[in-house]
Each structure stands twice: as C-alpha cells, then as structure tokens.
C-alpha cells in the first residue's frame, strides 16, 4: 500500500467530510443542521466523537496500526451507533460506505492499473475493520442489555418490598 498512502493522505480530509457527511445522514435533517452547525465539542458531543473516530480510523488506516488500535477507533464511532435503536447491519453499514468514497476521491489515481492490488489491500483492512465493528457493537449491546435487565430488577424488587412480599423467598 505504499505507493496508495500518499494520495489516501492528502485526500483524507475530503474523505473525512464525506464519510461523516454519510454517517450524519441517517439522522433526521433538523439533527444533521445542527450537528454540522454546532463545533463546540461539549454542546454537539455526538459529532466531536464521532468525528474523532472516524479520523482515529482513518489514521489506522494510513498508518497500518495494527488490531488492537484499529478496535480502539472503530469502538470510538460504535460507542455512539449501539445506543440507537439499529440493527447490525445498519450501524456497520458506514464501514463499508468508506470503499465507495476512497475510489470516488481517488478515481483519477485508480485509473493507474499498478494500484489495483494496493487498493485491494486497503479494501480488505476495511472488511476487516468491519469485522472488528461486529464485536464492538456486540459487546456494547450485550452491555446495554445487561443494564436494563438490572434496573428493570431493583425495579421489581422494589415494588415487591413495598408491597410487602419477601424477595429473598422467590
């Protein structure tokens, strides 16, 4: 991927703003004014981390970091996807949506055949960043999971004691 770095690099920014463009579209269009509009990090904290996942990714990326750092970035963007009601596929689907927009901003370079097997290369770490997704998305679902099967726990206990009934003899 060596000869693929430098163009990737000094297209990344407009790759970046693309991809977080595409990411932000699944909201509704009154949230995505104001995500675009808001750049103070603590009044707009959705787009700050996702922004700084998708560029922690893109840096991954670029500098072949290796798994468990590209985990770390994919994590950054899938603490935010797993607490929407979203399956799998469609909180992973922006992933994917990388490929698309690498060959957009990169077209002229592909058009040189001697970057084809560099580009492949670069396709198959996103496949596997994608993997990586997978699990992050599991394990914070499993999570969520977990807490709304505790409180809906004292909940009960709750009104159990209240109404009298001994919790320890269920």
């Known amino acids: 991927m060596r ?31 104001f995500f675009k509009k808001e ?36 994590d950054e963007v899938i603490r935010v996807l797993a607490l929407q009601n979203l399956n799998p596929s469609q909180a992973l689907a922006f992933i994917f949506y990388l490929k ?7 077209a002229r370079e592909l058009a040189d055949p001697s ?15 994608a993997l990586l997704g997978f699990d992050s998305y599991m394990q914070r679902r499993e999570k969520l999971c977990d807490l709304k099967v505790s409180e809906v726990k004292s909940r009960v206990s709750g009104l159990l004691r209240r109404a009298g009934i001994d919790v320890n003899n269920l």
Do not use: C
């Open 39 to 74: 750049k103070d990090p603590f009044a707009n904290p959705i787009t700050h981390q996702l922004t700084r996942g998708l560029t922690d990714i893109l840096t991954v990326l670029l500098e072949d970091q290796g798994a468990e750092a590209a985990r770390t970035a994919v």
């Open 100 to 106: 698309h927009i690498v060959r957009e901003e990169l």
């Open 3 to 33: 000869r693929l770095v430098p163009y990737f690099s000094a297209k990344s920014p407009a790759i970046l703003e693309k991809w977080l463009d595409t990411l932000l579209s699944n909201y509704p269009p009154e949230t995505v004014l």
């Open 115 to 129: 970057l084809t097997l560099e580009m492949i290369e670069l396709e198959s770490r996103i496949d596997g960043l």
